[in-house]
C-alpha cells in the first residue's frame, strides 16, 4: 500500500504565493519520481513540475520562474514553492509518486488540493 497526501492549498490572491506539501509512506522503498499536476473542469491533466530521486527538475513553461519544485529524499516529501501566482494557475493540483516495481513502473496519485487564485 502506497499513501501520497497532499497539503497547503487554499485561495490568495494575484500575485500572491502558496506552498503545497505532498508526503508519500507506505511501500515506498523505490521512488524514481514525485511531482506536481493540476486539472480544471473540462481539461487534461498537466505536469506542473516532477523532481527525480537524483534530483533532476522539469516545468511546464507557463509556471517557470515562478514555481520552484523540491524533495527531501529521507522524507519522502515534495514541496511545490508557487510564487507570482495568476488566476490561470486557478485548479486543482495533484500529487504524484512515480515507484519502481519489479518488472513495472507504477503511479500514485493524492486526492488532490484546491488552489484557487483570484484577480
Known amino acids: 500500500q502506497v499513501q501520497v497526501v497532499e497539503s497547503g492549498g487554499g485561495s490568495v490572491q494575484a500575485g500572491g504565493s502558496l506552498r503545497l506539501s505532498c508526503a508519500a509512506s507506505?511501500?515506498?522503498?523505490?521512488?524514481?519520481?514525485m511531482g506536481w499536476y493540476r486539472q480544471v473542469p473540462g481539461k487534461q491533466r498537466e505536469l506542473v513540475a516532477s523532481?527525480?530521486?537524483?534530483?533532476?527538475?522539469a516545468y511546464a513553461d507557463s509556471v517557470k520562474g515562478r514555481f520552484t519544485i523540491s524533495r527531501d529524499n529521507a522524507k519522502n516529501t515534495v514541496i511545490l514553492q508557487m510564487n507570482s501566482l495568476t488566476p490561470e494557475d486557478t485548479a486543482v493540483y495533484y500529487c504524484?509518486?512515480?515507484?519502481?516495481?519489479?518488472?513495472?513502473?507504477?503511479?500514485?496519485w493524492g486526492q488532490g488540493t484546491q488552489v484557487t487564485v483570484s484577480s
Open positions: 504524484k509518486v512515480q515507484l519502481r516495481r519489479y518488472i513495472t513502473i507504477d503511479d500514485y
Open positions: 507506505g511501500s515506498i522503498s523505490n521512488i524514481i519520481a
Open positions: 523532481v527525480t530521486s537524483y534530483g533532476s527538475t
